[in-house]
C-alpha cells in the first residue's frame, strides 16, 4: 500500500509486435481515463465539462445504478442514503467521491483498493480491490469484495465506460431480456426480446437507457476496428446509455456498463447480493479489441 502522490500518473502499457496498449487510472471511484489497445483509441480523454456529472468511467459500488429513496432493510435494520438525486434516488453507489488507495503499480497492471464500513448508512466492512492487467489488446478488470464484518454483508458492483463510437457504428449482443422501467428509472418487469442491434441511426439512441441480461457481451464495430465487452465472472447485466452531452472531441460516445445487479436490487432482492461474513466474492470483465 503506498500514497498517490499529487500529479503522479497512473498508466499501464503493453507493446504487442508494432503496436501498443495503454491505460490510464485516476484513483478517485476507480476511474478509467483513457484506454488504447492495439494502437485503437477505445475510451479517449474526456472532453466535457464535468466527468463526475457523467460518472465518466467510474466503479460503482456497493451498488450500481439506482436505489429506490436511498432505503435499504438488512437483516432487520433499515438504512437510508443521505444524498438522493432530483428522483429521489440514491445513484451509482458510494465511491464517486472517494480516492482508493493504491495496492500496487506494475508496467502492465494497477491494484486499487478501498475499505467500506465507515458510513452509518452503509456499516459493512467490505474490503474492494480493484485489478486493471492489459493482456495481448484487451484490458481486463477484476474486482474482489471481502467481507471482514461479522455478519453477512449486501454488496453488487457496476463499472461506468463510455466509448467511442464514432459517426458509423453498429453494436450488437445476444440479450434475451430488457428491463423495463418507471419514470424514475427504476425497474418494474422485463420483457423477452430476440437480440439487440444498433448502428448511429437508430431510433433507440435518442433516448437510449435500459438495462439488458441473457448475454455476457457486447460487440461493437465502427471505422477504427472493433471491440467487444464481456462479462466474465458474476457479470450478469449491461446498462447501456446514450449521453446528450458532448464527452469526445473525436465523435459519439456510448456508456457500456457490465453489473453483477441490476438497479435497485438492494430493494428488491438484497439476498441475491449478500456475501457472508469472512468470505470473498469476485467479479470481472474485459474490453477486448478484435
Known amino acids: 500500500m503506498r500514497k ?9 502499457s503493453r507493446l504487442g509486435g508494432k503496436t501498443s496498449s495503454i491505460a490510464e487510472f485516476d484513483v478517485l471511484g476507480g476511474q478509467i481515463r483513457h484506454l488504447m489497445l492495439g494502437g485503437v483509441e477505445v475510451v479517449p480523454e474526456f472532453a466535457g465539462e464535468n ?7 467510474f466503479t460503482m459500488a456497493p451498488w450500481p445504478n439506482r436505489l429506490q429513496d436511498g432505503k435499504y432493510q438488512m437483516s432487520g435494520t433499515d438504512y437510508r442514503i443521505p444524498k438522493l438525486d432530483s428522483q429521489n434516488n440514491a445513484n451509482h453507489g458510494l465511491l464517486l467521491d472517494e480516492k482508493m488507495e493504491i495496492v500496487s503499480h506494475a508496467s502492465d497492471s494497477l491494484k486499487l483498493s478501498y475499505s467500506f464500513g465507515q458510513a452509518a448508512h452503509y456499516p459493512f466492512a467490505i474490503d474492494l480491490e480493484l485489478e486493471f492487467s492489459l493482456e495481448e489488446n484487451a484490458l481486463v478488470t477484476r474486482a474482489t469484495a471481502t467481507n471482514n464484518s461479522t455478519q ?8 461506468h465506460p463510455y466509448f467511442l463510437m464514432g459517426n458509423e457504428f453498429t453494436l450488437s449482443a445476444g440479450f434475451t431480456h430488457q428491463i423495463a422501467t418507471d419514470d424514475r428509472m427504476l425497474p418494474v418487469s422485463a420483457k423477452e426480446i430476440s437480440g439487440l442491434a444498433l448502428n448511429q441511426d437508430s431510433r433507440e ?6 438495462c439488458y441480461y441473457g448475454s455476457n457481451e457486447v460487440l461493437v464495430t465502427n471505422s477504427s476496428g472493433s471491440f467487444e465487452i ?31 445487479h441490476p438497479a435497485n436490487v438492494f430493494a428488491t432482492d438484497i439476498a441475491s447480493t449478500e456475501i457472508l461474513a469472512g468470505e470473498s466474492k469476485s467479479y470481472s470483465y474485459e474490453i477486448r479489441s478484435r
Not at 4 to 12: A, T, V, W
Not at 234 to 260: C, T, V
Open 4 to 12: 498517490n502522490y499529487p500529479g503522479e500518473q497512473l498508466s499501464i
Open 51 to 57: 466527468p463526475r456529472a457523467q460518472v465518466f468511467g
Open 152 to 159: 453477512s454483508a449486501p454488496f453488487a458492483i457496476g463499472f
Open 205 to 210: 439512441l435518442a433516448t437510449l437507457d435500459n
Open 230 to 260: 464481456r462479462g466474465l465472472e458474476n457479470i450478469n447485466y449491461f446498462m447501456l446509455y446514450r449521453p446528450s452531452a458532448l464527452l469526445f472531441a473525436k465523435g459519439s460516445a456510448l456508456a457500456i456498463e457490465p453489473m453483477s
